[in-house]
């Protein structure tokens, strides 16, 4: 099966959507067929796409993106700037949608959405019917390094390192304003700076680091060195993005703040759980506060990645898949058996309006009634013709109430 993922990343939007894409696609383990289709991008992403084999469609207006949906195709898209009717034209296209989300502001025409800020619910959104919420940490979008680095349990006994970054762009030039700071505690024998691949600020970051033999500075490295970095630092300083998660995997001690609106969530659910040290706006008093307590108090560190989200996304593309080969057939006299089977199914007892336990006799005349209703329409749901489920339509003029019961495989 195909994948289109649609994404932007520069020096104004950041990095962060591409990022994640990213991680997504290599978290599916070579099942599909990768397309970018990017109206922005930067030079070295372009060389990561290369590196890995996936292909790139740029374009100049979205209708170019449109055209290449299709119901053949499962569509990603991650962006806060693209509207609700962008969502609804590919719908119209026939594709299943993916949507990677941080807001849930608008309307959002979808099969799945993941977000994996923690305290967010269905209820947060406004969806087509049956969307899959995949949502929180759970399902964190992460590099094959940063899961691995998640089962590797550290415990950082003294502070003697830090860590900086502040994602692919940093358009505000926060990593040198973090730096400046960071300097001044001789607690740091070593002081990791990484840049991303928008940054724009080289220059000045180059000269305020002289022959400093303190800073170590690193420019958009690959996922491996950005892991192994990480997990040699005992506290990192980071906004409150997908880069977050990968600290809490790497095992820091994490600072961290917001500065745009699509973090606010990130920050608010987390701190709400103590999950970081807070750098508020990371103003200069704000960062060297946090960088105190971090030095001067005992840090509990929460746990907030399982390392077990790549199995967990794997099942949400493995639910479209299956959606997208369901067979839905008009219910025959034969399928009473199946039916009664799932009827009787504790846990679909606990949820009735009647939890008393069917007789089969019971079931099989109300059965026969049902299938010769013509105000009734009732399906069983198969999957490789093997029944899975039932959906059933009670029509009372010009309405009709959905029920439906799926347990089998799906």
Not at 217 to 233: G, R, T
Not at 340 to 348: L, N, R, T
Not at 388 to 409: P, Y
Request: charged share 25%; aromatic share 10%; net charge negative.
């Amino acid at each position: 099966m195909n994948i289109l993922l649609r994404a932007d990343g520069s020096t104004t939007l950041g990095m962060g959507h591409l990022y994640r894409c990213l991680a997504m696609v290599q978290m599916l383990d070579s099942k599909y067929d990768i397309t970018f289709v990017c109206r922005e991008i930067t030079g070295d992403f372009e060389y990561i796409l290369t590196k890995n084999n996936y292909k790139l469609i740029q374009i100049k207006k979205e209708n170019d993106f449109l055209d290449l949906c299709d119901e053949k195709r499962i569509v990603v898209i991650d962006g806060h700037h693209f509207p609700s009717e962008l969502y609804q034209k590919v719908r119209e296209k026939g594709s299943q949608i993916v949507c990677i989300d941080d807001l849930h502001d608008k309307n959002y025409h979808s099969d799945v959405i993941i977000n994996q800020a923690p305290g967010i619910t269905s209820t947060d959104y406004s969806t087509d019917p049956f969307n899959y919420f995949a949502l929180g940490p759970n399902f964190a979008l992460l590099r094959e390094p940063f899961l691995k680095a998640a089962n590797n349990k550290r415990k950082i006994t003294s502070i003697k390192s830090c860590f900086i970054c502040f994602g692919g762009g940093d358009q505000l030039d926060l990593t040198l304003r973090t730096l400046k700071i960071a300097i001044q505690f001789p607690a740091f024998k070593t002081i990791n700076v990484v840049t991303g691949s928008a940054y724009k600020h080289s220059e000045s970051l180059q000269v305020f680091v002289g022959n400093e033999s303190r800073i170590k500075l690193s420019h958009a490295i690959d996922e491996y060195q950005m892991a192994e970095i990480m997990s040699a630092s005992d506290v990192a300083i980071v906004p409150c993005s997908t880069i977050l998660l990968e600290v809490f995997a790497a095992g820091c001690i994490p600072i961290s703040g917001y500065f745009v609106e699509n973090q606010k969530y990130f920050y608010q659910n987390f701190l709400s759980q103590n999950a970081f040290i807070d750098a508020g706006n990371f103003s200069e008093i704000a960062i060297e506060n946090a960088l105190n307590i971090a030095l001067n108090s005992d840090i509990n560190i929460t746990e907030i990645i399982d390392g077990k989200s790549k199995s967990r996304i794997n099942k949400c593309f493995q639910l479209l898949e299956n959606i997208a080969s369901i067979e839905l057939t008009r219910a025959k006299p034969e399928d009473s058996e199946i039916t009664y089977k799932w009827a009787s199914d504790p846990e679909v007892r606990k949820w009735s309006f009647n939890t008393n336990p069917i007789l089969l006799e019971e079931h099989n005349n109300w059965f026969s009634r049902k299938i010769n209703d013509q105000n009734f329409v009732y399906f069983i749901a198969k999957l490789d013709n093997e029944p899975i489920g039932s959906i059933r339509f009670d029509m009372n003029e010009n309405t009709a109430t959905i029920r439906s019961r799926f347990l089998e495989r799906v």
